[in-house]
């Protein structure tokens, strides 16, 4: 297949470049060049929201937007000249209210939630936006990613805990559920997609099962081939301070993938592959927020 992917540089976007490029697919990546390019695509240089006649009169089998986060982003990309079979656009979670019954179904009303603000307006007018100029899109709406190549601060401060052999500090009593889906996964049901052309539209996708936080922290130690030891913090100071999940709870139905996907890679193994190479790529982690400071002054005793 001759494909697009928006991005291309950095952790789902990055990881489905490669991932198709391996399946022997053609792959050409739209990105600012900012980062080093995953070996075997073709680059276009430039900014999504100015694409000038980049794309005018070229063809692809599918576009897969990982890197849409507004309308105007969909409505640049749709009115660039470019034509396409099919266009897949990783939305989000977000786009449901937390006020809506979980687990959260494809069938229920979407708007804003107090918790990801913006975010999750801006993504659910992007779908919009598509729906309304290309009604055969498929939408899929993931929880927390996880996998190879993630660059946000999130498993990798477990791993820097169990590394360093830190306690960790746990939100109340570390029930929070926490649902994630590996980015080997994502791309394995943009394949399925694109081979059988489900009916369906729009997907919740993710693991069926939840984990709590704590045994999530475990599972991260585990791996890392450390035990974690805890110290419970209380609800009164503030979780995102020394955290790396907001105090948010919520499910996925992902009963619909299921059909079409019934086996996800499990959580264990997932968090070992992400460890292996995080440890070789510690420098791929950007933006680190500063959890362990704050612990060191103001929650170690």
């Known amino acids: 297949m001759k494909i697009l992917v928006t991005g291309g540089t950095t952790f789902v976007s990055k990881y489905v470049a490669e991932y198709f490029v391996t399946k022997g697919n053609d792959v050409t990546v739209i990105n600012r060049n900012s980062r080093t390019q995953v070996n075997g695509v073709t680059l276009i240089n430039c900014d999504r929201t100015n694409l000038g006649s980049v794309l005018k009169g070229v063809h692809f089998d599918i576009i897969i937007d990982v890197t849409a986060y507004t309308k105007e982003h969909i409505e640049t990309l749709l009115s660039s000249?470019?034509?396409?079979?099919?266009?897949?656009?990783?939305?989000?979670?977000?786009?449901?209210?937390?006020?809506?019954?979980?687990?959260?179904?494809?069938?229920?009303?979407?708007?804003?939630?107090s918790i990801w603000g913006d975010y999750g307006t801006n993504k659910l007018e992007a779908e919009k936006m598509l729906i309304s100029r290309f009604p055969k899109s498929y939408i899929l709406r993931p929880p927390y990613f996880y996998g190879i190549y993630e660059n946000l601060y999130r498993e990798a401060f477990p791993f820097d805990c169990a590394m360093n052999n830190r306690k960790f500090y746990l939100p109340d009593n570390g029930n929070m559920k926490l649902q994630f889906f590996n980015v080997r996964d994502l791309c394995k049901f943009i394949q399925i997609i694109l081979d059988k052309h489900p009916d369906n539209h729009i997907f919740n996708v993710g693991n069926k099962e939840t984990v709590t936080v704590k045994e999530w922290v475990k599972l991260c130690y585990k791996v890392a081939g450390k035990s974690a030891d805890f110290v419970n913090v209380d609800k009164s100071i503030s979780q995102r301070d020394y955290f790396c999940f907001y105090d948010y709870e919520y499910v996925l139905d992902v009963s619909k993938q299921n059909e079409l996907m019934p086996d996800t890679i499990p959580l264990e193994q997932g968090l070992k592959d992400e460890f292996e190479w995080y440890k070789n790529n510690l420098e791929s982690v950007y933006n680190r927020k500063p959890y362990i400071e704050y612990i060191d002054k103001n929650l170690v005793r």
């Open 81 to 113: 000249g470019v034509s396409f079979d099919d266009y897949i656009f990783i939305s989000s979670s977000a786009v449901y209210p937390e006020t809506n019954k979980q687990p959260f179904t494809e069938e229920q009303i979407c708007g804003k939630n």
